[in-house]
């Protein structure tokens, strides 16, 4: 095989698949990249065997053939490439690059050991708004469980056409939750089902590198029973789904509140930053006071080892006098995902879950449980 593409592209089609790549002691072959040289197309594969993104590269084919290569020595080494024409061919069990005046051999291994990558050709579809899909992305997936005691708990739950003409995507760790609604384009077909939280992660960052290139302004989505299947632009990434039954959300979220605070996002996330300081370990308990009377949100913690803080800042409350503790953790991991200057704090009292959500945006909801007092 051998093929010749400008670093930059080849670069770019690294990095796409690269996340998926990693060190597998029962089986090594999962560290490489696979390298397809068809007549017209140059594909680059990686998997973990629960996902895989294919990204096509852009190149002048002058041998087909196919070969795997460890994805980092590869993609570590192209991006220290200081010339832009790149050719790439293979020479018995190595890869040889060649840029400029050097050349470089690359040690691989045959194809044959390379997991089969299931191919998609039916299925339920979709297309949503590419910006809005990864940003949606972006707000949901930190708030999944990080490890696999509850399945569907390490997962995103996609919910198509449950609201007409919306996807909603949610995720919860049971102590907080984040919900993201998102308009669909096309596809009118219900349908639900729970995604790995690192499927929704390289879907995030496959759309994220992609933002800004000259590429389709939607994001297409096929769904079978096992998988679910996202192409934008030259990338592909193919996912099992999770199997198990995804806990009814909605009953955690409030309906009804007896205070309210509107407050400067940036403000109240440098106040919760400097309590953080001052909280015990573990616990990462900031209390939160809410005084329509004083005008202002009070911001404290207190720690045996390093001391206690209180501040305050501006806010506009409604309703009752309330306080209530939690974790600053989930509440500045929130408070990250809302791009408005002010947010909104909703509570009913200091043992019930609270609400946080941009003011005038009620597509995304923030909800943070409480820390018992």
Do not use: W
């Amino acid at each position: 095989m051998r093929f010749i593409c400008t670093r930059e592209n080849l670069s770019k089609a690294l990095a796409l698949v690269i996340g998926v790549a990693g060190k597998n002691i029962n089986l090594p072959i999962l560290g490489n990249v696979l390298i397809k040289v068809g007549e017209q197309k140059v594909e680059i594969t990686a998997t973990n065997l629960e996902l895989a993104v294919i990204s096509n590269l852009r190149a002048k084919v002058e041998a087909t053939g196919i070969f795997t290569v460890p994805a980092r020595t590869l993609n570590d080494f192209v991006n220290l490439l200081s010339e832009e024409k790149v050719e790439l061919s293979l020479v018995g069990n190595e890869i040889e690059v060649v840029c400029g005046k050097s050349a470089t051999k690359i040690k691989g291994s045959s194809a044959d050991e390379f997991p089969v990558v299931p191919v998609v050709t039916e299925g339920k579809g979709y297309a949503v708004n590419a910006e809005e899909f990864k940003r949606g992305l972006g707000q949901v997936f930190h708030a999944a469980a990080k490890n696999e005691i509850r399945p569907e708990l390490a997962g995103v739950l996609f919910q198509f056409n449950e609201e007409p003409g919306k996807l909603i995507m949610a995720a919860t760790d049971s102590y907080r939750l984040a919900e993201k609604k998102v308009k669909i384009e096309q596809g009118d077909e219900k349908a639900k089902m729970i995604i790995p939280a690192r499927a929704a992660q390289e879907m995030n960052h496959i759309l994220s590198l992609s933002a800004g290139l000259e590429v389709e302004k939607s994001a297409r989505l096929m769904i079978t029973d096992n998988q679910i299947t996202l192409r934008y632009g030259d990338v592909e990434l193919i996912s099992r789904l999770v199997e198990g039954q995804y806990p009814d959300y909605a009953q955690i979220i409030p309906k009804e509140f007896r205070t309210t605070a509107e407050f400067s996002t940036s403000l109240i996330t440098k106040e919760i930053k400097a309590a953080s300081l001052f909280t015990t370990t573990g616990v990462n308990a900031v209390s939160f006071d809410l005084d329509a009377t004083l005008g202002g949100v009070v911001v404290s913690s207190i720690s045996t080892q390093t001391g206690e803080h209180k501040s305050e800042i501006n806010a506009e409350i409604t309703g009752d006098k309330n306080n209530i503790l939690l974790n600053h953790r989930y509440v500045l991991d929130g408070l990250a995902n809302i791009d408005t200057e002010s947010s909104v704090l909703k509570m009913i009292n200091a043992d019930s879950p609270c609400v946080i959500s941009p003011k005038s945006d009620e597509s995304y909801v923030y909800v943070v449980m409480p820390i018992r007092q």
